[in-house]
């Protein structure tokens, strides 16, 4: 089994910042990956952006390229989402996720293990 945990949600006005973290304990030495997806209220569940573990590759969706960079802590086993120049569009619930193989990162059923998400709220 593998625990997945996020932080850093929260409210912030349009044109602020935030950075989320999530840390995956338990049985993750083989995961291959980890990323984030969101959910906005009456939506489809999307993806945000991803990093594999070994090499870094990271993949950010165009809706959030060059306003949202994703990192990695290999020792920590947690990944970082720094989120600039928010707008309210961005608001959403956002959830960790943590990938076991080289899959298309992009389809939430290449998702193994999911968090409990954070609230992410951004005002005019």
């Known amino acids: 089994q593998v625990q997945v945990v996020e932080s850093g949600g929260g409210l912030v006005q349009a044109g602020g910042s935030l950075r989320l973290s999530c840390t995956a304990s338990?049985?993750?030495?083989?995961?291959?990956?980890m990323g984030w997806f969101r959910q906005a209220p009456g939506k489809e569940r999307e993806f945000v952006a991803a990093?594999?573990?070994?090499?870094?590759?990271?993949d950010v969706a165009d809706s959030v390229k060059g306003r949202f960079t994703i990192s990695r802590d290999n020792a920590k086993n947690t990944v970082y989402l720094q989120m600039n120049s928010l707008k309210p569009e961005d608001t959403a619930h956002y959830y960790c996720?943590?990938?076991?193989?080289?899959?298309?990162?992009?389809?939430?059923?290449?998702?193994?293990?999911w968090g409990q998400g954070t609230q992410v709220t951004v005002s005019a």
């Open positions: 338990g049985r993750t030495f083989y995961s291959y990956a």
């Open positions: 990093i594999s573990w070994s090499i870094g590759r990271t």
């Open positions: 996720a943590v990938y076991f193989g080289p899959h298309n990162w992009r389809i939430d059923r290449a998702v193994d293990y």
